[in-house]
């Protein structure tokens, strides 16, 4: 099997869903349905009252501002226009910046200032998870579930050193709330979506605790069947998913905790970009923890924790579709991609006084990828699942860091950081040319060889490099004003080639790939200033920055390769906020992103266009509504065939303009309901940094994955 045939990554039917768990589902979401209407004529709400108001409004969010410098907060359970997020990436798209590669209804990838991959790091509760598909079918977000997450931070630029090696675009931690139970308490989160196209999503949360010990158990699951888009076309994009976590802590007193935790999940995607579809997303992680505060008078907090992530991926071109016998797959493939990443992090925390404040600590990570190609029972390949998995490949992080804070004086702040990695990759089963013969093409996950050797067979090897990478950001921020931050920051951190890069489907996996391809070095300047009085809320974060040995990979029909060139980038977010009029609320948000290929003089592709959104809302405390409109300019510059790992340009974009509704009522203190129409005016449009479409009989056959056409939905929150 080829790269490109072993590239595009299904969900055994065995694994899907109980038929039990399908009907209580169904049945929470009735439950749900009736209590809501059972609530709504038993009780109201003359007035609204501090008292009895649910932490979480009946409003929608349209899009998030920056809280403190370079900063962003999410609270992922409320409900977001576009229809509530049923991955990661689909939560993050509602941040200025943030745009998302579509490949069918789910698991797209997130890009943040037109940088995708590696640049922007994930982090899942405290640990790091990593996909196992070549191709990016499944990214770190494919495998998160907002809703099962208390808090959602995205960091901008290289400037924090906390969290593994540094994102040259952004950090985003996916986090928990800490638990602190002084008397025995328990909770109850419950919510239900329903949509266009089938789309039915159930989540349920339980905290309970008491001073000593305390639970966490959450669930979700998400399904959707083919949207289709303005013209009505449909589009190969089903998907349902599940997924459950669960943590029990021991809290002896105020200032120690130990928590083990553990989660699983799996699910399914078609995809409208790929020849082959994901049936199978298993994931499976534990983590232990350990914190232990107030050690002395200035050693404020000790953390530790270990983890253990494991991702089965599963891809093939029969379980949701059938194999086109006239295209580059006509027989019935499968490809079973693993990923097992281990890590571990001990960190402690001092503060002197009230103005100077530091964390240091080592942290590391070890992730590990195998492959099988085959078929389904009865392939002339052999069952895929009956066949040995073969390791393509080993990377291996260590990192020591140390970030501060100095309050120099009431209305000035120092922040810096430094971090060193060493880091490691082993390749397996690479090619190596034979003796006066030249290769021209490389080796696929599994040893099969997707390209022509010119005189014999190849023979394969192992090889391994390692680089020391140091990473650090200083960062000055100055209050003129009680209301007002102005900050200025510079940053630069070092990236080890990821595993997409070496590795993947789109790039030569010979030993000289392998060896030649250069760490990539960002240098960049962050400046931004924020206000916040009276009615207003505003914001401006913009960056500047060059790339040294910027990794670019170049598309091919049948293989492509990476290589390193120079490269500049520039843009930024602004948004503002202004109530005014009693309930009445108008925000907009700008956001701009600009790279240039220095070494090949042609701008830097997958970048995204200029974008705005303008917001209007209306909220008693009862009842909410508003509408949103995203405005995108058309896109220019582009390098047709080059991209990143995740996607190419494929030319040139025109602009677009979407209009979309929605409103919400608080029942109760126990009760809201929110409602939404995305897409109102049913408009046909793909984004600029969208794949291309692979033919398929009876789908839509456009350059680009087209978004979904108009998209009505429903969310009941229930809380108790």
């Not at 120092?414 to 880091?423: E, I, P, S, T, Y």
């Not at 034979?434 to 021209?440: D, E, I, L």
Request: neutral net charge; proline residues 6%.
């Amino acid at each position: 099997m080829s790269k490109l045939q072993s590239g595009h990554c299904a969900f055994p039917r065995e694994a899907q869903w109980p038929t039990l768990r399908l009907a209580l589902s169904h049945a929470m979401a009735w439950g749900l349905a009736g209590q809501v209407a059972t609530a709504a004529a038993a009780e109201t709400l003359t007035k609204p009252d501090a008292r009895t108001i649910p932490a979480l409004p009946a409003v929608v969010v349209t899009a998030a501002f920056q809280a403190s410098p370079l900063v962003v907060v999410l609270d992922p359970k409320a409900p977001v226009q576009p229809i509530p997020a049923s991955d990661g990436a689909d939560l993050l798209k509602t941040v200025p910046g943030f745009d998302v590669m579509r490949k069918g209804g789910s698991n797209g990838d997130p890009v943040f200032r037109g940088m995708a991959g590696s640049r922007l790091v994930i982090v899942m509760d405290g640990s790091l998870v990593t996909g196992g598909c070549p191709s990016r079918m499944d990214p770190p977000t494919a495998y998160i579930s907002p809703a099962l997450y208390d808090k959602v931070t995205i960091i901008k630029g290289p400037e924090t050193v906390l969290y593994g090696p540094v994102g040259s675009a952004g950090t985003v931690l996916f986090e928990r709330a800490m638990p602190d139970y002084r008397q025995p308490t328990a909770s109850v989160v419950a919510s239900t979506t329903a949509g266009s196209w089938g789309r039915n999503d159930q989540t349920v949360s339980f905290k309970g605790g008491t001073p000593l010990v305390y639970v966490d158990v959450d669930a979700n699951r998400t399904q959707s069947g083919d949207y289709r888009d303005g013209r009505g076309a449909r589009v190969h994009s089903s998907y349902r998913r599940w997924n459950a976590n669960a943590a029990i802590g021991w809290t002896p007193d105020r200032d120690t905790l130990l928590e083990l935790s553990a989660g699983t999940g799996n699910g399914q995607a078609a995809y409208a970009f790929s020849g082959m579809d994901g049936v199978q997303f298993l994931r499976q992680s534990q983590a232990l923890r350990f914190e232990k505060r107030h050690l002395s008078e200035h050693w404020s907090k000790l953390e530790a924790r270990i983890y253990h992530n494991h991702i089965d991926h599963v891809m093939d071109n029969y379980t949701l579709r059938h194999p086109d016998p006239h295209g580059m797959m006509p027989m019935a493939m499968a490809s079973d991609l693993g990923a097992d990443t281990n890590g571990g992090r001990l960190a402690a925390s001092f503060d002197w006084a009230d103005d100077l404040s530091l964390v240091t600590g080592l942290d590391a990570t070890s992730s590990r990828h195998d492959a099988r190609n085959g078929g389904p029972e009865g392939s002339m390949m052999g069952y895929y699942k009956s066949l040995p998995r073969v390791r393509d490949a080993r990377m291996n992080d260590i990192g020591g860091f140390v970030e501060g804070r100095w309050q120099i004086s009431p209305k000035d702040r120092l922040n810096a950081g430094v971090r060193l990695d060493l880091q490691s990759a082993r390749g397996y089963g690479m090619a190596l040319p034979p003796a006066g013969g030249m290769s021209m093409g490389s080796m696929t996950v599994s040893g099969i060889s997707s390209g022509m050797m010119s005189s014999q067979v190849a023979t394969t090897v192992s090889r391994d490099r390692r680089a020391r990478l140091p990473s650090g950001f200083v960062r000055y921020e100055h209050e003129p004003s009680r209301s007002q931050t102005l900050y200025v920051g510079f940053g630069h951190s070092e990236r080890f080639p990821d595993y997409w890069e070496l590795f993947g489907q789109h790039v030569g996996t010979t030993t000289a790939s392998f060896g030649s391809l250069r760490p990539e070095r960002t240098t960049q300047l962050d400046a931004g200033w924020q206000l916040q009085r009276g009615p207003w809320r505003a914001w401006v974060s913009a960056y500047a920055g060059r790339i040294s040995d910027f990794i670019l990979i170049h598309y091919g029909r049948s293989s492509g390769y990476a290589d390193n060139v120079t490269a500049s980038i520039a843009g930024g977010e602004a948004g503002a906020e202004y109530g005014f009029a009693p309930h009445w609320k108008a925000s907009a948000t700008l956001a701009y992103a600009w790279g240039e290929d220095e070494t090949e003089h042609r701008p830097l592709p997958q970048m995204t266009p200029l974008e705005s959104r303008l917001g209007l809302e209306w909220n008693d405390g009862r009842w909410s509504a508003g509408g949103l409109v995203r405005l995108v300019a058309r896109q220019d510059r582009v390098a047709i065939g080059e991209g990143n790992i995740v996607g190419q340009d494929l030319g040139r974009t025109g602009g677009f303009t979407v209009f979309s509704l929605h409103g919400g009522w608080r029942i109760s203190k126990t009760w809201n309901l929110t409602a939404g129409i995305d897409n109102l005016f049913n408009k046909t449009y793909a984004e600029h940094i969208s794949p291309s479409v692979v033919e398929e009989q009876g789908f839509t056959m456009s350059t680009r994955v087209n978004e979904p056409g108009r998209i009505e939905w429903l969310k009941a929150t229930m809380t108790l």
